[in-house]
Nanobody
Framework: VQLVESGGGLVQAGGSLRLSCAVS????????MGWFRQAPGKEREFVAS????????SYAESVKGRFTISRDNAKNTAYLQMNSLKPEDTAVYYCAARLNSVSSYYTQYSYWGQGTQVTVSS
């Protein structure tokens, strides 16, 4: 399974970005998807996850109400819509995939993208 993120960039506080994660090599509908992020000097942290069908979603408290995870299995792509961005959202964002059920633990994901930088200026 190959994952490729896109959509990162530099944005002012209060702005929005939409990250995409294109999956190839396997059928996306077999995989739960997660988004994680890692800021310099910090551990990788959970941002959001979505079940295979898209019915079940979960968010970190720090992004709840601002970020929305979604997926389009027909396009083999997962998304992370990020609104009301804050400087503390600055990090490298990674998408990840795992067979079957969702998880908020990065150690339980088998497949990872290369990451995309998101920088929020104040």
């Amino acid at each position: 399974v190959q994952l490729v993120e896109s959509g990162g960039g530099l944005v002012q506080a209060g702005g929005s970005l939409r990250l995409s994660c294109a999956v190839s090599g396997r059928t996306l509908s077999n995989y739960a998807m997660g988004w994680f992020r890692q800021a310099p000097g910090k551990e990788r942290e959970f941002v959001a996850s979505i079940s295979r069908s898209g019915v079940i979603t979960s968010y970190a408290e720090s992004v709840k109400g601002r970020f929305t995870i979604s997926r389009d299995n027909a396009k083999n792509t997962a998304y992370l819509q990020m609104n009301s961005l804050k400087p503390e959202d600055t990090a490298v964002y990674y998408c990840a995939a795992r067979l079957n059920s969702v998880s908020s633990y990065y150690t339980q994901y088998s497949y990872w993208g290369q990451g995309t930088q998101v920088t929020v200026s104040s």
